[in-house]
């Protein structure tokens, strides 16, 4: 329904393409404000104007690997919507490599982009989503779920956002905040290409958007701490 993120204000990292933007256009099409978060500006921007402007929506550049870029665009982004309601840690990064050629920078950069980042951003806006009974969506992966050769960083760091949606989920149990993890399997996106190339994808980056807006308008509160395994 058109209107059923009405008066709400999102925040979505890794706007910029593929899931991220699909999630973003799904939110704004449901009533929601949208916050936008990337390394790309000049996406970010065009987004933007897609979504209505400065009425509808916000930017932010940002690496989320980076917690004073985070807290940064927090600000920034709380300045011209106001607090944030609904989270949701989108943005990742992949390399396809053996796990014994990993380099310190290279294991460490996984890390940080994929794990790391989830928590600096949801730090950021706690304040928000406390106050507010908010929801707190994180993009995991099948790879969080299970081993696949050759991401072996990828797999570790989505391991590790299971886990740090399942601790979120009960230590803000009793603030009413809905943390949840969306497990995608093979979805056509640029980020595929790049980790599995030559893969086949069995879903469009819409299939995960419209799981986002169930978890950010319709699930019920009771729904928390649980990774949704979206395979195709």
């Known amino acids: 329904m058109a209107d059923e993120l009405a008066g709400k204000t ?16 799904r939110l704004a099409g449901a009533g ?21 402007g400065p009425a509808r929506a ?18 920034s982004l709380r300045a011209a919507l106001g607090p944030a309601d609904i989270r949701v840690n989108n943005a ?31 730090r950021a ?10 929801r707190i969506i994180n993009i995991a992966s099948i790879a969080g779920r299970q081993g696949t050769p050759l991401l072996a960083a990828y797999c570790t760091a989505k391991h590790g956002v299971v ?9 803000l149990r009793s603030a009413r905040v809905a943390v949840n993890a969306i497990c995608p399997g093979s979805v056509d ?9 030559g893969g086949e994808p069995k879903m469009t980056a819409d299939d995960i958007a419209r799981t986002a807006l169930f978890l950010a308008a319709r699930a019920p509160l009771a729904l928390t701490g649980s990774c949704i395994d979206v395979f195709g």
Do not use: K, Y
């Not at 999102?10 to 256009?25: E, K, N």
């Not at 916000?58 to 600000?75: F, G, H, I, L, M």
């Open 92 to 122: 990742g990064s992949v390399l396809r490599a053996p796990v014994f050629t990993l380099d310190d920078a290279s294991w460490r950069r996984m890390m940080a982009v994929n794990l790391d980042g989830p928590f600096f951003v949801t």
């Open 189 to 197: 996106t640029d980020m595929l290409r790049e980790g599995h190339p």
């Open 58 to 75: 916000a930017w932010a550049t940002c690496d989320v690997a980076d917690s004073a870029q985070v807290n940064a665009a927090a600000a």
């Open 163 to 171: 886990g740090l949606t399942r601790a979120l989920a009960e230590e």
């Open 32 to 52: 929601a404000r949208m916050g936008l978060m990337a390394r790309n500006g000049d996406a970010l921007a065009a987004l933007a104007a897609e979504l209505g």
């Open 10 to 25: 999102c925040i979505v990292t890794g706007a910029s393409r593929g899931i991220g933007r699909a999630i973003a256009l």
């Open 125 to 134: 806006f706690a304040d928000d989503l406390i106050a507010r009974c908010g």
